[in-house]
């Protein structure tokens, strides 16, 4: 369908219910039909069923079994025509007035030729264009990339690539980074800024830069790395061009227990890679990401980092690679047990989640005595007591049923829990 849109008068809202997308309550460009009869916009649906793993129709909250989509060819047409004559009628009017410029626009096309220019000043230019868009509102930061500051960082950093580059031209391009940084973005409004961002050249130069780059400038990038992570980017990608190292730069920075913002960052743009990617998975297991994670863990009290470090080790442990590096760490199992019943309903959740997978798809007699001998087993069976139904109740069933004649046979095994599963005087 093509984009039309309308952005001034009185019309800019006023648009028939039925033309709103039920998620983003905005006017579908591209208005499909999943199993429930309800239409969305394509782009929201799917971030809804794929990104986000959901099984129910946002509308009625339906479960939805297949989440196929349908083109609502008619409503299109539909949408087309109400917009054409409007926009028929809006062609009579007048442009609209544009927004006068920031209080330090002069300021930043100075700094913007400034830095553009090959000149021993480069670094010192971008220092005070972060500066000023650091200090400035949110009118400075829009004026700063209509200005086409973003595009001229870009330029900047991706001259590291060249193999001419030298110290000063790796500065200029962490300066950048800087003070890319310090700008919103937003997958709406700024499409075309986030495609540049993720052309495969500045992808290079920001890996480059997460590898091999001071402190701060590490930071950036993760951060960075973060907000193009949102705008749905294919991360395999990067596992495909950056490899190992990539990966092990970035289980570095999750390591770092001085800088907890960027330690905290790291962790949740790796979560966002692992969920997004499985090729991801299996390079960060190369890059000794399960052995890292687990041994993160013990000293991990904050609930939030303890959780994400366990989801991590959860998405490494559903591939076979990952499973087999968990069993093979003598600390794996001992350390997410620990953590079932003592830190979060979350920490609890995922725990169970990983001895599942391990138990099901690897359970070698080492393994099926480590969880004995460690407490897993009996934070398993005191999940048992907690009242009502759960998937992770369920999972716990599973896994006792399933190794409970293996585990009988240890006096340590408690006996009402032989009966409860039928275990008793079985072979």
Same mark, same amino acid.
């Given at each position: 369908?093509?984009?039309?849109?309308?952005?001034?008068?009185?019309?800019?809202?006023?648009?028939?219910?039925?033309?709103?997308?039920?998620?983003?309550?905005?006017?579908?460009?591209?208005?499909?039909?999943?199993?429930?009869?309800?239409?969305?916009?394509?782009?929201?649906?799917?971030?809804?069923?794929?990104?986000?793993?959901?099984?129910?129709?946002?509308?009625?909250?339906?479960?939805?079994?297949?989440?196929?989509?349908?083109?609502?060819?008619?409503?299109?047409?539909?949408?087309?025509?109400?917009?054409?004559?409007?926009?028929?009628?809006?062609?009579?009017?007048?442009?609209?007035?544009?927004?006068?410029?920031?209080?330090?626009?002069?300021?930043?096309?100075?700094?913007?030729?400034?830095?553009?220019?090959?000149?021993?000043?480069?670094?010192?230019?971008?220092?005070?264009?972060?500066?000023?868009?650091?200090?400035?509102?949110?009118?400075?930061?829009?004026?700063?990339?209509?200005?086409?500051?973003?595009?001229?960082?870009?330029?900047?950093?991706?001259?590291?690539?060249?193999?001419?580059?030298?110290?000063?031209?790796?500065?200029?391009?962490?300066?950048?980074?800087?003070?890319?940084?310090?700008?919103?973005?937003?997958?709406?409004?700024?499409?075309?800024?986030?495609?540049?961002?993720?052309?495969?050249?500045?992808?290079?130069?920001?890996?480059?830069?997460?590898?091999?780059?001071?402190?701060?400038?590490?930071?950036?990038?993760?951060?960075?790395?973060?907000?193009?992570?949102?705008?749905?980017?294919?991360?395999?990608?990067?596992?495909?061009?950056?490899?190992?190292?990539?990966?092990?730069?970035?289980?570095?920075?999750?390591?770092?227990?001085?800088?907890?913002?960027?330690?905290?960052?790291?962790?949740?743009?790796?979560?966002?890679?692992?969920?997004?990617?499985?090729?991801?998975?299996?390079?960060?297991?190369?890059? !000794? #990401? $399960?052995?890292? *994670? =687990?041994? +993160? @863990?013990?000293?991990?009290? /904050?609930?939030?980092?303890? &959780?994400?470090?366990?989801?991590?080790?959860?998405?490494?442990?559903?591939?076979?690679?990952?499973?087999?590096?968990?069993?093979?760490?003598?600390?794996?199992?001992?350390?997410?047990?620990?953590?079932?019943?003592?830190?979060?309903?979350?920490?609890?959740?995922?725990?169970?989640?990983?001895?599942?997978?391990?138990?099901?798809?690897?359970?070698?007699?080492?393994?099926?005595?480590?969880?004995?001998?460690? !407490? #897993? $087993?009996?934070? *398993? =069976?005191? +999940? @048992?007591?907690?009242?009502? /139904?759960?998937?992770?109740? &369920?999972?716990?069933?599973?896994?006792?049923?399933?190794?409970?004649?293996?585990?009988?046979?240890?006096?340590?095994?408690?006996?009402?829990?032989?009966?409860?599963?039928?275990?008793?005087?079985?072979?």
């Amino acid at each position: 369908m093509a984009e039309n849109t309308i952005n001034y008068g009185e019309f800019a809202m006023d648009f028939p219910q039925d033309f709103r997308c039920p998620i983003s309550m905005e006017l579908m460009k591209d208005p499909v039909t999943i199993s429930t009869g309800v239409s969305y916009d394509r782009k929201n649906i799917e971030k809804w069923f794929h990104t986000y793993k959901k099984a129910t129709c946002p509308a009625t909250m339906q479960l939805v079994d297949n989440p196929a989509t349908t083109p609502n060819h008619t409503l299109s047409r539909l949408i087309v025509s109400w917009l054409n004559t409007c926009q028929s009628n809006h062609d009579r009017l007048p442009p609209p007035p544009q927004p006068p410029p920031s209080s330090k626009h002069d300021e930043l096309a100075a700094l913007l030729a400034a830095v553009n220019d090959s000149t021993p000043f480069k670094v010192s230019s971008l220092r005070k264009l972060r500066s000023v868009v650091e200090n400035g509102d949110h009118v400075i930061k829009e004026d700063f990339k209509k200005s086409g500051g973003v595009e001229a960082l870009v330029s900047i950093m991706v001259q590291i690539l060249s193999d001419d580059s030298g110290f000063t031209m790796f500065r200029a391009c962490e300066e950048a980074l800087g003070v890319l940084n310090q700008i919103p973005f937003s997958d709406e409004d700024d499409e075309k800024i986030l495609q540049l961002l993720m052309s495969p050249n500045c992808m290079k130069s920001m890996a480059a830069v997460l590898q091999r780059g001071g402190a701060e400038a590490r930071f950036c990038a993760v951060s960075t790395f973060q907000k193009i992570a949102k705008a749905d980017y294919q991360w395999y990608y990067v596992a495909e061009d950056q490899g190992v190292d990539f990966f092990k730069s970035l289980l570095e920075i999750s390591s770092d227990e001085i800088s907890t913002a960027a330690s905290s960052c790291a962790l949740q743009l790796f979560v966002e890679m692992l969920e997004a990617s499985k090729k991801s998975r299996l390079k960060a297991v190369e890059a !000794g #990401a $399960v052995c890292t *994670l =687990v041994e +993160l @863990l013990p000293d991990s009290i /904050r609930p939030k980092r303890c &959780e994400r470090i366990m989801q991590l080790i959860k998405l490494l442990c559903e591939c076979a690679e990952g499973r087999a590096a968990f069993a093979d760490h003598g600390l794996g199992i001992a350390a997410v047990g620990k953590k079932m019943l003592s830190v979060s309903g979350g920490a609890t959740k995922i725990g169970v989640k990983i001895l599942w997978l391990v138990s099901s798809f690897h359970p070698t007699e080492r393994v099926l005595e480590e969880m004995l001998v460690c !407490g #897993a $087993v009996k934070k *398993l =069976v005191a +999940l @048992l007591h907690i009242g009502g /139904r759960s998937t992770t109740k &369920e999972k716990v069933v599973k896994i006792l049923k399933m190794h409970g004649r293996t585990w009988r046979r240890y006096p340590c095994f408690p006996g009402d829990v032989k009966e409860y599963l039928g275990l008793e005087g079985s072979n």
